[in-house]
């Protein structure tokens, strides 16, 4: 019997200089597509697919993802009296419930494997899943349950992939394919950032995995990685070692890098494209540029 996924960890440490100024003295995660945070999408995602622990890890200057998962009285007082129930259940009916979320700090920041490690302690000894707030997917069946679907038949690690182009290898975690159905692949290796010359393949890693707990195993001994840092893929290539099966899913749905300043346009026009209440203004808009 393959054990369900029951907890998510969000990486939400980062400082997103990236996006500096507006993320001065605001979390990168709250930046807003259309108008909700980059982590309410990766929470409500998580959510889709049955996740019932949210474990954020964080850093300082983060506070604002705490407000934002917990109730405003304030805002909740006035907008009862002001009569807008609707409004009340658009900033509370996605909060998880209490005691379903827990934080904890990232107090150097090593990396996304050192940021996964200081979870080990929420997480215990079953499988989980992880999401990056940049990755936002925009898909009629959400990433993640898409991949809780195949964990359930495959069991052992699962990652999100797609094919990326070839110059830009050097963004992501790359897979080395061992078998290749065109959905699912088995995977004997991955490389962090790897020179395009060098890439196994053009098959990256986006920012979702279910993996099983001996992965902090692996954290807790790998030295530093690309960028000086304690890469989570080179704890997985050490999984992919060990006797659990690998497999990458080449999701359906379009991802936006919400990491990068154009493909966070471009994410901010898709969503608001497919929103009944936009779609009509926008298209006017656009065409006038075009
Ligand atoms: C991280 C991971 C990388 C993965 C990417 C997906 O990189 O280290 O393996 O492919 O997320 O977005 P980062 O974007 O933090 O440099």
Known sequence: M?????????????????FLPATKAMPKEML??????????????????????????????????EDHFDHSYELETTLRERGKDAQIAMVNSWMPQ??????TRQQVPLGLGH???????????????????????LADIPCLAQMVEVHRKTAGNVVAVMEV??????????LDVEGDDGR????????????PAVAPSNLSIIGRYILQPEVFDHLAHIGRGA?????????????????????????????????????FLQANIAFALARPDLTDALRKILNGYC
Not at 98 to 103: D, R, T, V
Not at 165 to 174: D, P
């Open 2 to 18: 393959v054990q369900r996924i029951r907890k998510a960890i969000f990486p939400v440490g980062g400082l997103g200089t990236r």
């Open 227 to 263: 960028g000086n840092e304690i890469q989570l893929t080179d704890a997985l290539a050490e999984l992919i070692r060990g006797n659990k099966p690998f497999h990458g899913l080449r999701f359906s749905g379009t991802r936006f890098d919400c990491g990068d300043k154009v493909g």
């Open 184 to 195: 699912l692949v088995s995977v004997k290796g991955v490389v962090e950032k790897p020179d």
């Open 165 to 174: 182009q070839r110059e830009h290898t050097n963004r992501y975690g790359v």
């Open 115 to 137: 940021a996964v490690w200081c979870a080990r302690n929420l997480i215990g000894d079953e499988p989980f899943a992880v999401l990056l707030a940049d990755d936002l997917i």
């Open 98 to 103: 209490p005691g379903q979320i827990a934080y």
């Open 32 to 65: 807003p597509v259309v108008d909700k945070p980059l982590i309410q999408y990766a929470v409500e995602e998580a959510q889709a697919a049955g996740i019932e622990e949210f474990i954020f890890v964080t850093g300082r200057s983060k506070t604002a993802i």
